[in-house]
């Protein structure tokens, strides 16, 4: 799957990495439900330094089209609520 984060680029990802990948995700919906601000933030960065590290870069001039879109590691809670969907932002 080719993953974009916003601001950064594109990786690919294995589908085996989702389940460890939705354990973030869940924490972060979680956090968000709960208006708890700093655990947000600090779960927002782990799991995008996970797709990062689990990952495989695209070249900067490759235009892949993105089958999931994260959001930038700045990104408010308002704006990830945005881009949520009723799983999260990983696919369940």
Not at 57 to 68: C, I, K, Q, T, V
């Amino acid at each position: 799957m080719i993953v974009r984060i916003m601001g950064e680029g594109q990786v690919e990802l294995a589908d085996s990495h989702f389940a460890e990948l939705n354990k973030l995700d869940d924490e972060l919906l979680a956090e968000m439900e709960n208006g708890d601000g700093e655990g947000f933030r600090r779960t927002l960065h782990a799991l995008l330094e996970t797709v990062r590290q689990l990952g495989e870069p695209l070249a900067d001039d490759s235009l892949e089209p993105s089958e999931l879109i994260l959001p930038a590691p700045d990104a408010t809670l308002e704006e990830v609520r945005s881009l949520l969907s009723d799983d999260g932002l990983f696919p369940g």
